[in-house]
């Protein structure tokens, strides 16, 4: 059996209303710098510490940088709710997960380009076993630690990740 490579994976090009225009290979959605379709899950442990982890230098994507969210694009003709449980239980080498709770949408524009980043949050109580292709390190943090690593600057963060981290610590229902 082939294995088609990350770059070769169909993904849905979408409008600025999240509306499907087309389809493309991912290597080709950012090279051209289409909109398309992403992810963002918050995987929340039985004590409230939020997972955190540093991507693989591999990734197409901000290889090596930190990021408070699992997930990952949407495949061609995938919901965001399915794309939501596949992504996290694959990060985060679980099976069994909940389906994640959709929080919000919004467009990220920014470094690495355009897409839909809808945002869910997971309880995971599971002990994890994180994907090596994904996850280079990782641990929980309370919320409290995280906004202290995000704030500090130590560490390069998703620039995506920290849009969605700042836009949910902004919305009134967010609880630490």
């Known amino acids: ?36 379709r992403c992810v963002f899950v918050r995987a929340v442990d ?7 982890h540093r991507r693989t230098a591999s990734k197409l994507v901000f290889p090596s940088h930190y990021d408070m969210f699992v997930g990952g694009v949407v495949g061609a003709g995938e919901s965001y709710a ?3 449980l596949r992504e996290a239980e694959e990060e985060l080498g679980v099976r069994g997960l ?11 524009e920014g470094p ?11 309880r995971c109580e599971l002990p ?10 990782h641990t929980y943090l309370t919320p409290q630690e995280l906004e ?8 390069a963060w998703v620039p995506d990740g ?7 610590r902004a919305r009134p229902e967010f609880r630490q």
Not at 46 to 52: H, M, N
Not at 112 to 122: P, R
Not at 128 to 137: F, H, K, L, R, T
């Open 1 to 36: 059996m082939t294995r088609v490579s990350a770059a070769d994976e169909v993904l849905d090009v979408v409008d600025r209303d999240d509306r499907v225009v087309g389809q493309a290979p991912r290597g080709e959605v950012y090279a051209r710098g289409l909109i398309h």
């Open 46 to 52: 039985a004590q409230g510490r939020i997972f955190v």
């Open 82 to 84: 399915r794309a939501a």
């Open 98 to 108: 909940e389906q994640p709770t959709p929080l919000f949408k919004f467009l990220y």
């Open 112 to 122: 690495g380009g355009a897409w839909w980043s809808y945002v869910h949050e997971v």
């Open 128 to 137: 994890v076993d994180p994907q090596a292709s994904e996850v280079g390190w």
């Open 148 to 155: 202290r690593r995000v704030a500090g600057g130590e560490w």
């Open 162 to 168: 920290l849009e969605a981290y700042r836009r949910l």
